[in-house]
């Protein structure tokens, strides 16, 4: 079956990093464009990142990350990573990775994927 598993959040004070991997089954994710996506209590899912389909697929961040994340792709683990430094309170929230076939383009907007993970918890606090 088509999953995607999200992995490697957790509880982390400001100025810190966290790395979010998420792990494909199913399809090979370089045919996909790849999207990263959070959600904190009360808030709509935000666009944070994303890829691509292919090498040359674009590549998105929110100006509210940009910077301090990074978008990466291990085509032999079949894994799109989420390399977060500088982390502020503001950035926790329940994070997403999600898939939509053969684009090379990726719009930071939800309604564009398809295929969604199940969210792993990002907590930035002292």
């Known amino acids: 079956q088509v999953q995607l598993v999200e992995s490697g959040g957790g509880l982390v004070q400001p100025g810190g990093s966290l790395r979010l991997s998420c792990a494909i089954s199913?399809?090979?994710?370089?045919?996909?464009?790849i999207g990263w996506f959070r959600q904190a209590p009360g808030k709509e899912r935000e666009g944070v990142s994303c890829?691509?389909?292919?090498?040359?697929?674009?590549?998105n961040y929110a100006d509210s990350v940009k910077g301090r994340f990074t978008i990466s792709r291990d085509n032999a683990k079949n894994t799109v990573y989420l390399q977060m430094n500088g982390l502020k309170p503001e950035d926790t929230g329940v994070y997403y990775c999600?898939?939509?076939?053969?684009?090379?383009?990726?719009?930071?907007?939800?309604?564009?994927?398809?295929?969604w993970g199940q969210g792993t918890q990002v907590t930035v606090s002292s």
């Open positions: 199913g399809f090979t994710a370089q045919y996909y464009a």
């Open positions: 999600a898939a939509t076939k053969l684009f090379k383009v990726c719009p930071l907007t939800s309604p564009a994927y398809d295929g």
């Open positions: 890829r691509g389909s292919y090498d040359d697929g674009e590549i």
